[in-house]
């Protein structure tokens, strides 16, 4: 079946610093959503990319999607305490609406 | 308006005994999704209910898990004969519309003792 693996598994970061997550899947997909899960709570959706390439923006947060669709990465620019948190990506198969979770990778910002 | 609802948050059964999760989606969503998160780890996909098709029951682990969403609307996962290995967070999620971005409820902590 479809996995996705996300790299790396936990990083910690000071404050200021730029942070990175890859996302990864062994099979193309038709979409990919990114969540944030601050510690303690849910995941909250974030972004959807959909096509080939695609790049979008949201403040700090730079979310991008492989030309093949089988990645996709997510830079945070100048980390705040604030983003602290479990990022994880999610693929679509293209079918109805079912996703694949990533396993997550856990930011910690410190001062 | 209100987002998802799970009762109960929290829920110790002792290893045998069966169990009910429930989940309140978001009114006029049309997908409904169960997970479930063990400590520190990834979220694995159990169940998924949309409108009226066959739900998708891919990811449940064993026939001990069960799962109705009745009227489209409220659903329950059922553990029957608990294990210690069920212990872990249940996650549902409701989604609708052309992004389908899911939408969680805050989770049942359940622990096998």
């Known amino acids: 079946g479809q996995q996705v693996m996300q790299i790396p598994q936990y990083q910690h970061v000071q404050e200021g610093e730029d942070f990175t997550t890859y996302c990864n899947s062994s099979t193309t997909l038709s979409n990919i959503q990114w969540y944030k899960q601050r510690p303690g709570g849910h995941p909250v959706f974030l972004i959807q990319?959909?096509?080939?390439?695609e790049v979008k923006k949201q403040k700090r947060l730079t979310f991008q999607f492989g030309e093949a669709k089988k990645n996709s990465s997510l830079h945070i620019t100048a980390t705040q305490t604030t983003d602290v948190g479990t990022y994880f990506c999610?693929?679509?198969?293209?079918?109805?609406?079912?996703?694949?979770f990533g396993t997550g990778t856990r930011l910690q910002v410190t001062l | 308006g209100a987002g998802v609802s799970q009762s109960p948050s929290n829920k110790v059964t002792e290893k045998g005994k069966d169990v009910e999760l429930r989940c309140d989606p978001i009114?006029?969503?049309?997908?409904l999704y169960w997970y479930r998160q063990s400590l520190g780890q990834g979220l694995e996909f159990l169940i998924y209910?949309?409108?009226?098709?066959?739900?998708?029951k891919s990811g449940l682990p064993s026939d001990r898990f069960s799962a109705e969403r009745t009227g489209g609307s409220v659903s329950t996962l059922t553990i029957q004969r608990t294990q210690q290995e069920d212990s872990a967070v249940y996650l549902c999620?409701?989604?609708?519309?052309?992004?389908?971005?899911?939408?969680f409820g805050p989770g049942t902590r359940l622990t096998v003792t």
């Open positions: 209910f949309q409108g009226n098709s066959a739900p998708d």
């Open positions: 999620a409701s989604g609708y519309g052309t992004v389908y971005e899911q939408y």
């Open positions: 999610a693929g679509g198969d293209g079918t109805a609406s079912k996703l694949t």
């Open positions: 009114s006029g969503h049309t997908a």
């Open positions: 990319l959909v096509k080939s390439g």
